[in-house]
């Protein structure tokens, strides 16, 4: 399958139309933001981490019952993947305190839940994706309360099969953000993209974190910091 006309460039990847219609070329790029958008900068190799673990991660999580959008890995950097609208929702899952919730709760990182908490923001750039809960979606729209439900389901699920996975790894499954497509016919696939640019990954025995904190936060080692993980995952596939 070939790129056409490109359809979008978002900050992360630039998506391409194909000839076929339903299918669409995704192309991952060394850009990275943070902030929505006010810190800018690039980190060399992210494109290829990023596209090559989010292909791996959405076919294993295929095997354990959770439909993606993957269609077929073309190269480093481009996948072709089912054409889907997307769910203007970014659904997160936490199982231990980092980042924004810590941040609004004012409690420190590292607290782990007893049970993984879910919520979800509205994807708008203007509006600085707020948080917003089921009630809010469905007054406005962004999904109905069936589709509301199977993304839950499956974005718990995701965070089983991951988290489970991540620690035969030797790595905490912190927190990630997972997106939602609606196929032609309606059906709801994982979308988007699972990376460290998405999931906070702590190393189990020394907590150091191995994803995009480490460029948020000016932390340093952040291209090596990508690397590690990849290294973790495609050794242990
Ligand atoms: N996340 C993301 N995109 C966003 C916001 C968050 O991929 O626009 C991921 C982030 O990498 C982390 C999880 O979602 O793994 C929870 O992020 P949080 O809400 O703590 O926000 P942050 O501290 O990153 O602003």
Not at 17 to 38: H, L, M, Q, R, W
Not at 100 to 117: C, H, L, M, N, Q
């Amino acid at each position: 399958m070939e790129k056409k006309e490109q359809l979008y460039e978002g900050k992360a990847k630039k998506v391409f139309a194909t000839e076929d219609a339903a299918c669409c070329i995704v192309s991952y790029k060394d850009d990275a933001t943070a902030f929505n958008g006010e810190k800018r900068g690039t980190i060399a190799g992210k494109g290829v981490v990023n596209n090559r673990m989010t292909n791996l991660m959405m076919q294993l999580l295929e095997k354990q019952g959770v439909p993606t959008h993957f269609v077929e890995e073309l190269s480093e950097r481009d996948t072709v993947v089912k054409k889907v609208s997307i769910v203007p929702l970014e659904v997160i899952i936490r199982n231990v305190s980092a980042g924004s919730f810590a941040k609004r709760y004012g409690v420190e990182e590292g607290i782990v839940f007893d049970e993984p908490t879910i919520e979800f923001s509205y994807k708008n750039d203007a509006l600085g994706d707020p948080l917003i809960n089921s009630y809010h979606a469905l007054a406005l729209k962004l999904a109905s309360k069936e589709e509301i439900e199977t993304i839950k389901k499956y974005a718990f699920k995701v965070n089983e099969v991951l988290k489970e996975y991540f620690l035969q790894l030797g790595v905490k499954l912190i927190d990630f953000k997972l997106e939602f497509g609606r196929l032609a016919d309606g059906t709801i696939v994982l979308a988007d993209e699972i990376s460290p640019d998405t999931c906070r990954f702590w190393d189990a025995k020394t907590n150091e974190k191995l994803d995009k904190d480490r460029f948020r936060r000016d932390m340093g080692g952040v291209e090596a910091a990508y690397q590690e993980i990849f290294k973790r995952v495609t050794e242990a596939k």
